[in-house]
């Protein structure tokens, strides 16, 4: 141990009297019930995140409790600690608004706390992401902990797992095929366990990109969350942190170019979320690192989507995990990875590639020479309706749709989507391309509101997949023929916002391009005396319009973002 203060020595209040501070501070200690011996030992933070507005962490208590079981066997004084909780579906306007809030929190209040090391327990949408983007910039050794995925439930002899689930019974009601009772019967079905939603969308997204960065133990990212194994998960991460304060591997030794690159392999190889995209960009920005289009396109096009899960393919997280989980997907991509990278441990990854496989169930996890699709589950686009950037999920979309040329019609935001999209005198017809403006990070936090829904009647008429292009983002538990994350957003005046009824708009997968078939100077025409909509004008939502930047950049805030670790 160095003579650098650790511990509750760490950080002393300024008094103007350093050993006032520490008296004052370890006399305040002991009114916890710690013991003088245990106040001498390092010291691990627990950033926890339990909220009665979070379903999938409600097996935090027993995690917290694991990790420091783990702390203190290793010899140390475990500190939870809170911070903000973000749950998904509890959050208004859209939980994206506040991932910068969480991260900036989770970011000071390691810093400002006195911690060796920090273990991290998140796990819904966009906790993880919060919580890497923070540590990243505090730059203190840290573990991260996932809640882990929910099992999945039974609805008359079928398995139902939140939330493509959910999507896809909600689909077959507005189409008049499930009926009320059976709606209300399935409500009670799909989330029915702690945990994170139980395929793969965001949040398991993360869990597996968080491994593949290293800053997670090996094995750990889609244990169940009601299984034995997360809790001794939690435990050895408790461990890992004590380490951690001896070797001192810090996260901007984990997350570098490389192991960026490894995740972007294995967002690829899951067909994951489209919003990890987003998160991957924003917490590599803490770091200075940006991976380029092309070199995400080319990554995309050399990796084979290997994972059978929702809502791409069939199986669950929990299928996943018997299945051999990360580690034996990783050994299905180790010729396409990059071995020399490190993990919190200070292992390589071809150290710990070379540890027997075990059995993997190839129905799950396929080989690479029989793969779900020979193609990485999702492209960057560009062209004249966007010309800084669009993501689209081939993997989830109806090939029939990847070249095509159709009718814009637009709706102009969030209410005038929901006020006229079932109206049975809208002019749509299939084939048409639905287009909504003013659901991007400025305009609206950008929501998860790119799954437009299919019209009624056309839904009603059998119609089940249309292009649908817009500035907002998708669940990763969606599926469908969808353009997101438009850059720049309608908006600050991106071209998106002159888009009109009518319009033709050609969207061509083979070429990764996006157009807007309209001349230049009738967009120019259009957008003159463009408005940008009112902004809020105090607190955090005012902060967030001055300074949150566009998907490409991973709507970090510009202020937090790329530069050195400030600690
Ligand atoms: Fe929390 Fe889906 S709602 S992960």
Not at 170 to 194: C, M, N, P, Q
Not at 377 to 396: H, Q, T
Request: aromatic share 4%; charged share 20%.
């Amino acid at each position: 141990m160095s003579d650098d203060p650790h511990g509750l020595d760490r950080g002393l209040t300024n008094y103007g009297d350093r050993d006032f501070a520490r008296f004052l501070r370890r006399s305040f200690a002991r009114s916890m019930g710690i013991s003088p011996g245990l106040l001498n030992k390092p010291v691990v933070g627990i950033a926890m995140t339990p909220s009665g507005f979070n379903n999938c962490h409600r097996s935090m208590p027993e995690l917290v409790e694991a990790v420091s079981r783990g702390v203190l066997a290793a010899g140390a004084l475990p500190r939870p600690f809170p911070t903000v909780s973000l749950g998904e579906v509890f959050l208004n306007p859209t939980s994206m608004m506040y991932r910068n809030l969480m991260a900036m929190d989770t970011e000071e209040m390691i810093g400002a706390q006195p911690m060796d090391a920090v273990v991290l327990i998140g796990g819904c949408d966009k906790t993880v992401p919060a919580q890497l983007m923070g540590a990243a910039s505090a730059d203190l050794p840290a573990v991260q902990l996932v809640t882990g995925p929910m099992s999945t439930g039974r609805h008359r002899g079928q398995r139902l797992g939140a939330c493509t689930d959910c999507r896809g019974f909600w689909a077959k009601y507005r189409a008049g095929t499930v009926d009320a009772e059976e709606i209300a019967e399935v409500e009670g079905r799909l989330s029915v366990t702690a945990g994170t939603c139980a395929v793969m969308g965001t949040a398991s997204t993360m869990a597996c990109i968080t491994e593949a960065l290293g800053m997670s133990l090996p094995g750990t990212a889609a244990i169940p969350a009601v299984h034995s194994d997360r809790l001794v998960a939690a435990e050895e991460s408790g461990r890992a942190a004590v380490r951690l304060i001896e070797t001192k591997i810090r996260p901007s030794q984990v997350i570098t170019r490389k192991s960026v690159e490894n995740a972007i392999r294995v967002l690829m190889a899951l067909s994951g979320s489209t919003n990890a995209i987003v998160h991957l960009t924003a917490i590599a920005g803490r770091l200075g690192i940006r991976i380029p289009p092309e070199r995400f396109n080319q990554i995309s096009d050399e990796t084979p989507v290997l994972v059978d899960l929702k809502p791409v393919g069939q199986g669950y997280m929990e299928d996943f995990h018997a299945a051999g989980g990360m580690g034996a997907l990783l050994r299905e991509l180790k010729p396409l990875l990059h071995l020399d990278t490190v993990d919190i441990e200070g292992r390589t990854l071809a150290e710990r590639l070379e540890e027997p496989a075990g059995w993997i169930d190839r129905a799950v996890i396929r080989p690479v020479s029989e793969p779900v699709s020979p193609l990485g589950g999702l492209v960057s686009l560009s062209g004249s309706l966007a010309p800084d950037g669009a993501i689209f999920k081939r993997a989830a979309a109806t090939p029939a749709l990847f070249e095509t040329e159709g009718r814009a019609v637009v709706f102009t935001g969030l209410e005038d989507l929901s006020a006229r999209i079932d109206d049975p005198e809208l002019d749509v017809k299939a084939g048409d391309i639905l287009v909504l403006q003013n659901a991007g990070p400025h305009a609206a936090g950008m929501p998860e509101a790119g799954y437009l829904p299919i019209p009624k009647k056309l839904a009603q008429a059998g119609v089940k997949d249309m292009v649908r292009i817009s500035d907002a983002r998708m669940s990763g538990t969606a599926f469908g023929s969808i353009v997101l994350h438009v850059a720049p957003e309608a908006a600050i005046g991106g071209p998106l916002a002159a888009v009109r009824d009518g319009d033709r708009i050609r969207l061509s997968i083979r070429e990764k391009r996006i157009d807007l078939l309209v001349a230049p100077e009738e967009i120019a025409r259009r957008m003159q005396g463009f408005q940008p909509p009112p902004a809020p004008k105090r607190g955090y939502k005012a902060l967030y319009r001055r300074t949150v930047t566009q998907a490409p950049d991973g709507c970090d805030f510009d202020f937090l973002a790329s530069g050195s670790p400030n600690r």
